[in-house]
C-alpha cells in the first residue's frame, strides 16, 4: 500500500469462530487491508450497515439469526459502491445464484481459501469476480440451458475480426476465467503478472459491456467465444 492510498475497509461476518479466527488473521496480516468490524450474527451487522460505510464484505450465508442474503441485499443497497464476498460451504446452484442476485460479485468455499482472502479481496476491488473454481462451473451450468442458438448459428454470427473484437490473449484469458483460474494462477500459466492480468479483463468487460466475470462468460458462451472442447483439467496442462 502507497502513502497517498487509503486501506480497504472490510467486514466480516462469520459465526464459525475458527473460520472467522483464520480469515482474520490472514487479512489483518495485509498492509492495505483493515478489518473495522466483525461479527458472528447478521441482525448487529445489519445494524453496523445502516449507520457506517465499508468497502468490501465478507459473509457467510448460513447464520444462526437471519439469513446471510438478508445481509449481503442489506449491504447492496445501502452502499451500492462496496463489493460483496460470500464465503461459505453451500456449494450449489440455488445458493449460488440466489447470492449473486442478492448482489454479491464474488463466491468462495471455506476449504483451503483462507491464505489467499488478502488477494480475493484486491481483486473484488479491482472489478474482478473471485469465484472458487467448482463454483464458476456451477454458474456456466446454470446459464448453459439458456443457450438455445446451434452451432451453425453461432458460426454464421461470427464476424471478421475488427479492431473493437478481443484478440488472441484476450481470448485465451477469457477462456481461462470460464474455467475457473484466479487472476494469479492465469499469470502463471502465461508468464505475465497480475496487472497484465487485470488490464486484459477490463478490456474484455470493456469490449463485451460487461462489468463481472459471470457477465463475461455468459455473453462469450452466447456468442460462442468460448473453447467447449477443453476442459479444466487439460487447460491446466498447457
Known amino acids: 500500500m502507497t502513502s497517498n492510498s487509503q486501506p480497504i ?44 460505510s465499508l468497502d468490501v464484505l465478507l459473509c457467510d450465508l448460513g447464520l444462526p439469526d437471519v439469513p446471510g442474503l438478508a445481509v449481503i441485499s442489506t449491504c447492496a443497497q445501502l452502499h451500492p459502491k462496496a463489493d460483496i464476498l460470500v464465503v461459505t460451504m453451500y456449494d450449489d446452484q440455488t445458493h449460488i445464484v440466489r447470492a449473486l442476485e442478492a448482489g454479491a460479485s464474488g463466491y468462495l468455499l471455506k476449504d483451503g481459501m483462507q491464505n489467499e482472502i488478502a488477494a480475493q479481496v484486491r481483486e473484488l476491488r479491482d472489478g474482478g469476480a473471485p469465484m472458487t473454481p467448482v463454483i464458476a462451473r456451477q454458474v456456466l451450468k446454470r446459464f448453459r440451458p439458456a443457450v438455445t442458438v446451434s452451432n451453425q448459428t453461432i458460426l454464421k454470427s461470427r464476424r471478421e475480426p475488427q479492431s473493437s473484437e478481443l484478440t488472441a490473449k484476450e481470448l485465451l484469458i477469457l477462456n481461462r476465467i470460464a474455467q475457473g483460474f484466479r487472476y494469479a494462477e492465469i499469470a502463471n500459466l502465461e508468464k505475465i503478472s497480475v496487472n ?14 460487461v462489468s463481472s466475470r459471470t457477465e463475461a462468460v455468459f455473453e462469450a458462451q452466447n456468442m460462442g467465444l468460448l473453447d467447449t472442447g477443453i476442459s479444466g483439467n487439460k487447460l491446466r496442462q498447457i
Open 9 to 52: 475497509r472490510v467486514v466480516l461476518v462469520e459465526d464459525d469462530i475458527y473460520c472467522q479466527a483464520r480469515l482474520l488473521a490472514a487479512l489483518s496480516a495485509a498492509e492495505d487491508l483493515i478489518v473495522v468490524a466483525v461479527f458472528v450474527e447478521g441482525k448487529p451487522a445489519l445494524d453496523w450497515l445502516k449507520k457506517n
Open 196 to 209: 497484465t492480468v487485470n488490464t486484459h479483463v477490463k478490456r474484455i468487460y470493456s469490449k463485451l459491456a
